[in-house]
């Protein structure tokens, strides 16, 4: 058995947050809709799910056709079976991931980020597999007293802390 690696980038537009996951049924995608609207109202999102048998499709849903195109040609590409992405914004992940954790067909997560994602995926034998993420890039430095103090304020500003 041979296996061969390819690392694919998810594409999606500046100001968009991405959700990549692991899931296996049919109406996976009908229920991560409402996970989705169920978590903020004003959240605007596209879904794409790639079935494992049958016809093998890529299904989709959302409330922007933008953001749906865009997570069904990505997920088109990482062509893994049971893979689900969410491409989404006016949300952060933060607000979202515990609805979708809650999806009782989603088996794992692999990241839930507005970072540049790149997908890690193993072919073998005619089927593929995610084999893991690169989740934006690599830390620089140790953080300072500043930068404590900054995240700090980050956190108030955007009202997680009081």
């Known amino acids: ?10 594409e999606k537009d500046d100001g968009t947050s991405a959700i990549l996951g692991h899931a296996g049924f049919i109406k996976t995608v009908e229920d991560l809709y409402e996970a989705m609207v169920g978590s903020v109202p004003e959240v605007k999102f596209g879904i794409a799910f790639a079935e494992a048998s049958g016809p093998c499709l890529v299904r989709s849903d959302g409330n922007d056709d933008g953001l749906r195109r865009q997570a069904e040609n990505s997920v088109l590409k990482i062509a893994a079976g ?6 989404f914004k006016q949300a952060y992940p933060i ?7 809650s999806v009782s067909e989603v088996a794992a997560i692999y ?6 994602v790149q997908v890690i995926v193993a ?7 995610v084999i893991g993420i690169v989740d934006g890039l690599s830390p620089r430095a ?3 007293e500043d ?7 980050l956190l108030r500003d955007l009202g997680y802390k009081k």
């Open 111 to 116: 990241c839930a980020t507005s970072n540049p």
């Open 1 to 10: 058995m041979r296996i061969e690696f390819e690392c694919i980038p998810i």
């Open 82 to 87: 049971h893979t689900f992405l969410i491409i």
């Open 95 to 101: 607000n979202v991931i515990n609805n979708v954790r």
């Open 147 to 153: 930068d404590r103090q900054n995240r700090s304020k």
């Open 142 to 144: 140790i953080e300072s």
């Open 123 to 129: 072919k073998v034998e005619g089927a593929r597999s």
